[in-house]
């Protein structure tokens, strides 16, 4: 591990974040200083390991995602970075400074709980004054931070109310004040959303990244929410079993997904999976297994393509295409069609003993597809993922 | 098979029973164990089978519920027809109308065979109330490994070095065991006109002397009956003052130990002996006593019946013709039992009598200390004892008590009638009759068991007197309460100055049963404590032991030469405290024991009430930069307050009343000062010549102070809950 000495570099990662990750660039963002960072930490729980190895790093003004699915240690993570748990070995930088020994106070941090955690004797004026007073800060600053907070969040109408007199929304707009009240270096949220409905989680989403961007804060967000990951971040982070497997732009990140988990993890309905083999036609690769046979993408794969190997072939719903005739990449058997209105999800099989497959189609085909049909299926060769069955990685990180 | 010898046994018993029930029963009841119940037994089986047709049905009671269940029963007809008691207090039964003239009990021949003073210590104006059975007083028991024989004078006795040990043990500071001393010196307790005289300079040099005993390590300091017992068996005493009870306990505890019995020594100072008080006891009659039971109670007092009583009982009985039979005759402890009692000064049985005991121990225990010199102290016993004697108030007219609750009762009517008239009422009944069903029981048990006693509490206050001739005093006991009877008004006993040291008593606990409870209850709630299940049950036991246990316990951990806080004390080369001698170290001992009762109640309550404190919202203080301190102080605390405010007032009641840590651990000490208003009002009713009224006065008063005093403190401290 990386020893807990000296000055952090501020413009280059460090060699060791994202060796284990798919690395894609991020150029957005890439010649800010790097605000936080997280260096090989490992956290145990008794025998359990739960966090082993994480490096992550986060530049300044940035707003990034951590995602991964229930209990790989997203809340452990967010909770060492805010001081709350204490890395087993590993290092935490914050602005430049080693922060892996310090108490929380003196990490410069907020953090908006999932369940609020405002303090349920105070009134939301001395909720958003607690960390403020406590850090001697004199009282006309005090007032003129919650007077500039509570005009940004709307919540001038509740400043003498205690939080049981406040709806859940009004409550997490609290918890936000209390956190932009107090200025910090880094705003860390643990799913804050989730005990919203769900018009009102879309509405505080953009309110949440539009205070980012006026705030010009540097944010970590922890959430299960694929729409809030998708559309909040700038960088995201996949987690997967206490490991960083994927870090990327969004996008990148759903279109070039390095392995199997992070290929299955984004996008719903999930990508489709078959087990197949690497065969040439034509002069062409194609990956066929399942009853599926798909041309692939050879710039994209190069040399890992090789005659005979053993893949396992991901197309996400969207990616099928209604075929012309003779040029079917597989045939579904359709079983039954979910109609949302403006587009349709035919599930069924290709082969008698496959995998349940997904297809997306619009309003208007579904409408004449029925259960017990045949539907003939395309595939764009670029939408075709490929991963070894054995590693899970994807043939194009390898 | 069993179940048919099961049946023919019932039958026997019902048969039994039923020829029992033909026959005249005599319920005697005594306090007596070991061997004096053995000769009591004795003499009844021989008595049934000389006649035939009585049945002797004898029932021991423990001797401290004693005279509190004879008060109870007997009144009511359920008591004996009999009952063996000291003769001390005959004055008290008489009054409370437990006990009626002996009659045949005592013929002539019988009083011929009695000795004089005996008889005349169960007669009062004239009358008999029961048959002399046998004397007790106190004597020198000696330790023959120590002490062959001992000097004729108490000054020599004292003189005597024994390492490691003393030359003589009493209870020193009881009137009783003084009493020998004050006798020697020509003091008494009363004068020929039944008021106080344990006071003047023969009395103070009576103290004197025994504080100069005292001073010179000859005896140890407050020894209790128990240590003085436990002294003389293990060896660490030459002599012990006390009496047959003793030997019994020795025959019993310590059957090893070779010993034997004097008459107490003279003290050479003045040349006279010390004489002893004496006990009588007698087969007292009661209202109930039928012929049959007079006979039973003369034939106790026959030759027969008292050789059996002295030989297997070893009682000094009063039957002069016994002590004529030579193996009793050849008895040297049973002699000098019988000379003890026969030299001794009987015991007067007047309510003055009664009334002298606890201001003489007080003066005894302060001279002892030396808190004050000897005459002072008993001129302080002198006034206190006019105090309690003082006359009851004159009886006032009931009529203006009795007109203001007539017209209370008349405003009440007019104002039901009024609600009745008004409209809908009968509707309104009628619709809420169901509702008033529902709570008619509770209703019901609540007016017996709380508001009941409560008025029956209230109206005993405005009289004075004894139970059976009350007298009415309209608020006389008030008045004398509220006024400090005269006295200064912040002086000794006043209502004021116990209300005060009540005031701080209660403010001092709950204030350290909230700290330390509060305080251990979130040492104990974090999970870094791995063993807290451990520590929660041992921190709970002090709750879950009975009270009184912990307070004995305590006491005797502050005990003055044995105790195990001045052996603590000694051991880390610190003077031992005479805790019980100083307010200050006197309070502190309560507070520490009742500390140590209270603190787990709010533990518990704290531990309850850390459990619904979200742990989110204590990590949202720590990332807003608070210390440890100050999210225990500005978060943890603040919501604890809503749960602990009612265990607060809780507490602050139960504090006020403690009752029996004040009365068991320091009992007052010194002097009272410790008392708080129960314990005051204790003594009032069952120490102080049973002044009811005045005891009950005391209590509404402290009802009064309790119900206003616990209201204000819920709104004051609940009001916003907003900080
Ligand atoms: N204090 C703790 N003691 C023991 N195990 C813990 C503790 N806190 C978390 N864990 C375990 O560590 C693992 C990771 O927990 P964490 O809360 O970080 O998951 P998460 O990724 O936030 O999951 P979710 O998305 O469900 O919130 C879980 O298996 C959890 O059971
Ligand atoms: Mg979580």
Redesign the interface.
Known sequence: MMANVGVEPRTQAAPSAGTSAGETPVPVVAEKPVRCAVRGVTKAFGTTPILRGVDLEIREGSFAVLVGSSGCGKSTLLRLV???EEADTGSLWLAGKDVTRL???DRD???V?Q?Y???????VK?NLA??LK??GTPAAEVASRIREASAMLGLDALLER?PKQLSGGQRQRVAMG?AIV?RPSIFLFDEPLSNLDAALRAEVRVEIRRLHDRLGATTLYVTHDQVEAMTLADTLWVMNKGLVEQKGAPLEVYERPCTRFVATFLGSPQMNMESGVLVTKDGATYAEGGGLSVKVDEDRFGSALTRGRKVEIGVRPHDFVPARSGAAACSLKVEIVEALGFEAFAHGWLRASGPRIIARLDAEEARRVKTGDTLPLAVDPTKVHLFDPETGRALDAE | MARLSFAVIAALVLLLGAARARAETVVVWHAYRGDEEAALQAVSRTYEREHPGVTIDLLAIPHDAYSAKLGAAVPRGHGPHLFVDPHERLGFYLREKIVAPIGDGLDDATRRALDPAALAAVTLDGVAYGVPIAGKALLLFVNDALLPKAPPTMEELAALVVPGGYPLAYEATSAFFHAPFMHAFGARMLDDADHFAFFGDDAARSLDFVRDLSRAGAVPEEASGALVKQLFVTGKVAAVISGPWLAAELREEAKGLRYHTEPLPIVRATGNPMRSYVTIEAAIATPIATPAARAFARWLASHDAAVVRARRGRQAVTTSSAWEDPQIEADAELQSFREAARTGVVTPVTPAMRAAWVPANQAILKALREDMTAKDALLQAKHRWEDTMRPPPPPASPAPGLALGGLVLLGLAALALRRARAAGFAAELRASMPAYRYVTHAAITVGLLVVFPLAAGALTSLFAGTRDAPVYVGLANYLGILTARGGDLLGHGSFYLTLLVTVVWTVVNVSLHVGIGVAVGSLLSRSWMKIRAVYRILLILPWAVPSYVTALAWKGMFHRQFGAINAILTWLGAEPVSWFSHFSTAFAANVATNVWLGFPFMMVVTMGALTSI?K??L?????????RW?RFR??TL??L?PALLPAVVLGAVWTFNMFNVVFLVSGGEPDGATDILVSEAYRWAFTKDAQYGYAAAYAVLIFGLLAVSSRVMSRRLGDP???
């Open positions: 805010a001081g709350l108490p929380p106070r941090i907020a953090m709980f369940s955690a405002l303090y349920p004797h105070l009134t001395d607690f960390g406590l850090r205690l209390r107090r | 979200s989110d919202v990590e949202a203080a720590e990332v807003d930069g608070a210390t100050q500005l978060v603040p919501l307050k809950e907003a900080a």
